[in-house]
């Protein structure tokens, strides 16, 4: 795993740099941000520590100018500041998680290894049960080699129930997911959705995928056949 260390201060930087190579990582070091910039453009890294106070470009037009690049590495960045300004600003330009300097490195290393594990499975663009598969990129649904249409409300609808295959998911649960607001008790909006996602991905093969759980809810997951 390769992580970008941007930062000007030559003895945190080789500190951070030696300490995760200890750690096995491959560690590039850019000193200020324009240099920083260019090596997260061209090369694809698993997390980038980053300062904020730099020469050239600081912390903060560098988040701004990779996020809009649409490179989505996951940031951690550095501030000398205790300033809560500093931190919130930082994160709404599109860091991930920041550390007070001076930190101990085990602070930055346990912090590292959960983006870089967070940043793995933001990359799942396909969900799958059983012989169902839905592409998030392409919004398209396939059951045992079938291509399966599906209105833009049903799609949503089982992707949310995919995305939590084997959890018994409310009525309420769902309505505020997948429609964004909860209805009225007695409507059944959701039960005539669900029979008509049903309609499509269930009939016709061997095994059911839905399945209702009285008085709850529904739950999608593949279950043996006893
Ligand atoms: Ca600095």
């Known amino acids: 795993m390769r992580i970008l260390v941007v930062e000007d201060e030559k003895k945190v930087a080789h500190f951070i740099e030696k300490g ?19 090596m997260a453009a061209g090369e694809e890294y698993g997390c980038i520590v980053l300062d904020i106070l730099l020469p050239k470009m600081d912390g903060y037009e560098f988040l701004r100018a990779i996020r809009s690049k649409s490179i989505k590495t996951p940031v951690i960045f550095l501030t000398a500041k205790d300033a809560v300004d500093d931190r919130v600003k930082g994160l709404e330009l599109g860091g991930d998680d920041y550390l007070v300097k001076p ?40 059951r045992a080699g079938k291509k399966i249409e599906l209105t833009p409300k049903e799609y949503s609808l089982l992707q949310y129930l995919m995305q939590n295959r084997g959890r018994v998911l409310t009525r309420t649960m769902i309505s505020e997911n997948v429609w964004g607001y909860d209805f009225d008790t007695f409507t059944n909006v959701i039960d005539v959705h669900i029979n008509a996602l049903r309609e499509k991905v269930d009939r016709g093969f061997p095994t059911r995928l839905i399945h209702t759980v009285r008085g709850v809810g529904y739950v999608l997951e593949k279950r043996e056949k006893k």
């Open 20 to 38: 995760l190579r200890e750690h096995a990582f491959t560690v590039d070091v850019a000193y200020d941000g324009e240099d920083g910039f260019f």
């Open 103 to 142: 930190f101990a490195f085990a602070e930055l290393l346990a912090r590292i290894r959960v983006l870089i594990r967070r940043g793995k499975e933001k990359k799942v663009d396909k969900l799958k049960v059983g012989d169902l598969s839905l592409n998030l990129l392409t919004r398209t649904v396939v």
